[in-house]
């Protein structure tokens, strides 16, 4: 039985992570049929700003702040550096401007702070493990679940219950008729990023909370767990990915609990093997988004 | 002069799709706009909604230029577009269409709810349906909200694409009696259309486009009268 809830807790905390690191990626991919490759790059963000501002004597909940609010930035300044002024010109000039804008923070960090990693300011509670229904878990899974069910939460209310909400699901089904509303494109896609960088950054928190380091490529496996995520529960829906993310998580948490010691440092092979069966299942994804649509 | 369209000329490439087509609508007009398939029609109206961007030629709004404005834009200045492909937002509901229709003036609240209460009026359909998902609406129903959702902006100019594509003749009927009843609010409306009779019966003036070209222009009437429209410019 206690191993039952070891389990639980473990898929959802670890599918909570992944759920918000999907829903980051696709709420852009959503609206501009394009994968932002530089988002690894807000969780980096994020990192090197919570080790920036280690020093000062703020208290850690204002530093997080710092964190998001920085991730949040960089994701805005990803659509003005790497979006916008190619945007309508070529998809394959996104892709490569987005990529580039990836390599340059990289390189950024390497070049200004250091190619090595720094240790990033945790709060205790981080380290702190709790007793729940007879199980001993780490305090953060518990923050982790509880912020994504936050965050899930406000986000599903912000995009059922507000205007602009409503725009952006309508910007990603079909952008020139909602322009053709007067919904203005780059508001919506403004407003996307934004969103976008927040999730990251409130990713890197919990995600960087497990390591406790920093690293200039510490948003490879973010993205490609992101990727993953949305590939699996289907790219042209907000609800699929966070699906796709817990589903990643049970794969990856099952594996851990179910194979060998000598067989665990080949993981990833079973869990992408799992996922090409899942994607021969079904090749769109588990959930399909809106049937009309195409790209700006 | 609600609108006025010169020379207007829109490429696909190396395509012209229109050649220099003038068309007039005046305050409270309803004009049609007739022809075969792939005469320019929609074309010509994407390209008055800023939709695409005209090769050539202007686009007037009460003497305004307002050539190659984006959407957004133009329908601040008051034109709305119902396109041909209907477009409804399929995962939106009805009223979520609606709301995001009225997207340019969403801080009138009273107002909005006002024109709501007023489109759901016009559509009862639409009052049962509001909370269902726009998807599952027939296509009557579908090209109902589009029209509802596109006069939750207030326009002064309304531009239709083909409003009686692939309904049937009830639907048909219906949709026009609700052009009419718009027309009758002093609304100036564009309106293309494959359904001549249809078309001339609730329009004031009308052009016919042949290859891209204004190949007839006239009052309704005439048009209606001149028995060869159709095998002459119409592809029978």
Not at chain 1, 15 to 21: I, N, T, V
Not at chain 2, 48 to 60: E, L, M
């Amino acid at each position: 039985m206690t191993a039952a809830i070891q389990f639980v807790i473990d898929v959802l905390s670890l599918g909570g992570a992944y759920a918000l690191m999907a829903l980051g990626l696709v709420i852009v991919y959503g609206i501009l049929r394009l994968v932002n490759f530089a988002y690894g790059e807000l969780i980096m963000a994020a990192g090197y700003t919570l080790y920036l501002v280690s020093a000062s004597p703020l208290p850690w909940l204002v530093m997080a702040v710092l964190a998001v609010g920085a991730a949040v930035v960089t994701g805005i300044a990803t659509d003005y550096v790497a979006f916008r002024p190619v945007r309508a010109k070529s998809v394959t000039a996104v892709l490569i401007t987005s990529f580039a804008f990836s390599t340059l923070l990289q390189n950024a960090a390497q070049l200004l702070i250091s190619p090595r990693p720094r240790s990033i300011p945790l709060p205790e509670m981080f380290s702190d493990t709790v007793t729940l229904f007879g199980v001993v878990t780490p305090a953060r899974n518990l923050i982790t679940i509880a912020a994504a069910a936050v965050l899930l939460t406000l986000f599903t209310l912000a995009m059922r219950r507000t205007v602009l909400g409503i725009a952006m699901r309508a910007a990603a089904t079909h952008f020139t008729m909602a322009r053709m509303l007067g919904v203005p494109a780059n508001l919506v896609i403004s407003t996307a990023f934004a969103i976008s960088g927040l999730l990251a950054g409130t990713v890197a928190l919990l995600w960087l909370g497990r390591i406790g380091t920093v690293v200039p490529r510490v948003g490879l496996e973010p993205l490609l767990i992101a990727f993953i995520a949305t590939v699996i529960g289907g790219m042209r829906s907000l609800e699929g990915a966070v699906l796709g993310g817990f589903l990643l998580a049970f794969i990856d948490t099952a594996l851990n609990y179910s194979l060998p010691q000598d067989l665990l440092k080949f993981r990833d092979a079973f869990t992408f093997s799992l996922v090409i069966l899942i994607l021969l299942w079904r090749p769109a994804g588990l959930v399909r988004g809106p049937a009309t649509g195409q790209r700006t | 002069m609600a609108l006025a369209v010169e020379a207007l000329e829109v490429r696909y490439g190396g395509i012209r799709a229109v050649r220099g087509v003038d068309i007039e609508v005046g305050d409270g007009e309803v004009v049609a706009l007739l022809g075969a398939n792939g005469a320019g029609k929609s074309s010509t109206l994407l390209a008055i909604a800023g939709a695409i961007r005209p090769y050539a030629g202007r686009v007037r709004l009460d003497g305004r230029d307002v050539t190659g404005s984006i959407p957004e834009r133009m329908v601040r200045a008051g034109v709305a577009m119902v396109p041909e492909t209907r477009d409804v937002f399929s995962d939106l509901t009805v009223e979520e269409n609606l709301r995001l229709g009225a997207y340019v003036r969403r801080r009138d609240r009273a107002g909005v709810e006002a024109d709501r209460a007023a489109m759901f009026a016009l559509f009862p359909r639409l009052a049962e349906r509001a909370e269902q998902t726009a998807g599952t609406l027939s296509g009557g129903e579908q090209q109902m909200l589009v029209i509802a959702r596109a006069m939750m902006s207030r326009p002064r100019l309304l531009l239709l694409d083909e409003p009686s594509l692939g309904l049937a003749p009830t639907i048909v009927e219906q949709i026009f009696a609700m052009i009419a009843r718009l027309a009758a609010t002093g609304l100036s409306i564009l309106l293309v259309e494959q359904n001549v009779g249809k078309a001339l019966a609730v329009a004031d003036r009308a052009y016919v486009m042949r290859l891209g070209r204004i190949a007839a222009a006239g009052p309704a009437r005439e048009l209606a009268a001149a028995a060869d429209l159709k095998e002459h410019y119409l592809g029978g």
